[in-house]
């Protein structure tokens, strides 16, 4: 199966590269402004997949995206240490216009999943420029800060990050939420795991957990310049549950008519993902304090897809 990836810079190259060592797909296209650093990129990943798999890996033009069952959109400009992802908004709204035309002519069937921030802003724009329905447009969203939030859990308890079920939902921005009402470590209630095995996570050590989700990704841009390793890897687990057909589900972004009382909005939810793109989206049970949260969060993404004019 074939996969596309326009925007072959960090997140872009670290997504093929992460595809291609897990065997995602049969072949990666590698597409980009710069079709001399798409080629480069292509070059460097298929000299690692002789120590790991036969995926097929080179850079092309837009047309070589045909017959393409997915398309990560990783193309525009990232943050600079301590601006925020919001900032970016215009520049990558005009990128995108030039990149969706071009994606939606050589593979109107594909699906398209965004990484270009501000992610849920770019996925409503995404879906808007395509006018692809509304589950065949995915944002990475919080799969990431769903990622960041199970390895710092993990470490605190003392456990393995996958044996913890816990998501980020909302903005993938500053405006996240993390959910503690239902989170799990094992099949037991996550409150009830740390005191049974003596480290508490009380409100002291929620906070501290969820600040350094949140404030991740700055802390990473302020050390290496932008963060690529964690995305590519959230990309190459949404494509394997696209190809796969696996109905995993995923804290990612996608348009909804409406989610707490805000109408078009793109924010993540855990959702089941599937050969179809979203399969169904599931609305979690939340305490008070995170459902005011979550409609926070929406309100904040609303407030700038809605100046938006598509
Ligand atoms: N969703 C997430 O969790 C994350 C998202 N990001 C976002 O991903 C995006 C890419 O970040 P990086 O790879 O670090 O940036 P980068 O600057 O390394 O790569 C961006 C690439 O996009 C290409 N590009 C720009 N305009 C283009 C166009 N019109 N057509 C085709 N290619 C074009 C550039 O030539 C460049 O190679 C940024 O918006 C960043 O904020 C970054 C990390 C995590
Ligand atoms: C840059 C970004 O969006 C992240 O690492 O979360």
Excluded: C
């Excluded at 797909?25 to 690692?48: C, F, K, Y």
């Excluded at 995926?55 to 033009?61: F, K, M, P, Q, T």
């Excluded at 972004?253 to 089941?272: C, K, N, T, W, Y």
């Excluded at 700038?304 to 004019?309: C, G, I, M, N, V």
Aim: aromatic share 4%; net charge negative.
């Amino acid at each position: 199966m074939k996969i596309g990836i326009v925007g072959t810079g960090m997140v872009g190259s670290a997504a093929g590269y992460t595809m291609a060592l897990l065997g995602v797909g049969t072949e990666i296209v590698l597409v980009d402004a710069n079709p001399a650093l798409a080629r480069a990129q292509a070059q460097d990943i298929a000299h690692a997949t002789p120590f790991a798999t036969t995926v097929a890996v080179r850079a092309g033009e837009y047309a070589d995206l045909n017959n393409a069952a997915v398309v990560i959109i990783a193309a525009g400009v990232s943050q600079k240490p301590g601006e925020s992802r919001l900032a970016l908004l215009e520049r990558n709204v005009a990128v995108f216009r030039s990149v969706i035309s071009g994606v939606m002519q050589a593979a109107p069937e594909a699906i398209l999943l965004i990484a270009t921030n501000p992610l849920d802003v770019m996925t409503f724009a995404a879906q808007r420029i395509s006018g692809l329905p509304l589950e065949r447009v995915i944002g990475s969203g919080t799969i990431l800060d769903t990622a960041r939030l199970r390895s710092l859990l993990g470490d605190h308890l003392g456990i393995a990050p996958n044996s913890v079920h816990a998501y980020v939902l909302g903005e993938h921005g500053d405006s996240e939420v993390p959910v503690w009402s239902s989170a799990m470590a094992g099949s037991v209630p996550i409150a009830s795991f740390a005191r049974q095995i003596g480290r508490p996570l009380d409100e002291v050590a929620r906070t501290r957990i969820a600040d350094q989700v949140r404030g991740a990704a700055y802390t990473i841009i302020e050390g290496k310049g932008a963060t690529w390793y964690g995305i590519g890897a959230g990309l190459a687990r949404i494509v394997r549950s696209i190809t796969d057909n696996e109905r995993t589900v995923l804290s990612v972004s996608q348009v909804s008519d409406e989610i707490e009382g805000v109408r078009d909005i793109a924010l993540s939810l855990p959702r089941i993902i599937g050969r179809q793109g979203v399969l169904a989206t599931l609305m979690p049970e939340l305490d008070e304090a995170e459902r005011a949260a979550l409609k926070r969060s929406a309100e904040v993404i609303s407030g700038f897809t809605s100046k938006l004019e598509f």
